[in-house]
């Protein structure tokens, strides 16, 4: 249980803390599914390498709109659809990669619906950890990290041991399937939530104040050009 100053937001923050664990844990399954079935492939090399493009250019090309998206629909809805379109593009990798030639489209996919979950789900921290801005940090750090080990060094091998690649899309599939049900309660919990808003689609898709936020800040202005 979080010790918090703000009993309304106390179940909220735990959702929050226990939906970005699972996150980890399915994003570092499914990726360390995928990695398998590329390089275990006749054409290893390229394979893997498909893979990291794919993962790349995404951000690049749906970067912003995705984040225009969460901004219009509010943070806990964005979190929530993204989790649910991960779900989706996770299922449907377990129905249909069969190998390395999928792999590259399924890690894709997956980046490109990214786009709407993983802004949306680091704008929720703002009002999560109102009130207690340090241990709320710390939480979030200790459950990405925490999350990532679990995924990648523990539950990757053993599911790998009981059923090969599929088993880890299997189990990636679960995670993000909980994640869904967690976002969803999340979103309801959070629904009247003084901090969330959402966005006219103007005021969303406009890039005038990011743009003007660089050279007004001097600490943005300092990170940009070291």
Not at 31 to 43: D, E, K, M, N, R
Not at 112 to 136: D, F, H, K, N, Y
Request: proline residues 4%; positive net charge; glycine residues 10%.
């Amino acid at each position: 249980m979080v010790v918090d100053k703000d009993p309304g937001l106390t179940l909220d923050r735990n959702l929050y803390y226990v939906s970005k664990f699972v996150s980890q844990v399915a994003q570092n399954l499914l990726l360390a599914a995928l990695f398998v079935i590329a390089g275990t492939s006749s054409h290893a090399a390229i394979g893997v390498s498909s893979l990291f493009i794919a993962t790349l250019i995404p951000a690049i090309l749906f970067g912003v709109v995705g984040g225009a998206i969460g901004d219009r629909i509010g943070a806990p809805r964005g979190f929530m659809f993204g989790s649910a379109l991960r779900f989706t593009v996770v299922f449907g990798a377990c129905v249909f990669t069969s190998g390395a030639n999928t792999a590259w489209a399924v890690a894709f996919l997956f980046a490109m619906v990214s786009q709407l979950s993983s802004p949306a789900e680091m704008a929720l921290s703002r009002i999560i950890r109102r009130g207690s801005s340090a241990p709320a940090h710390s939480l979030v750090v200790a459950t990405q990290y925490g999350g990532q080990g679990i995924g990648m060094l523990i539950l990757a091998p053993a599911l790998y041991m009981l059923g090969g690649a599929h088993a880890i899309l299997i189990g990636s599939a679960v995670g993000f399937f909980v994640l869904t049900v967690l976002t969803l309660a999340l979103a309801i919990g959070l629904r009247s939530a003084d901090d969330v808003r959402t966005k006219t689609a103007r005021e969303a898709f406009s890039l005038r104040q990011t743009f003007l936020f660089f050279p007004r800040t001097p600490l943005a202005r300092d990170a940009v050009a070291a």
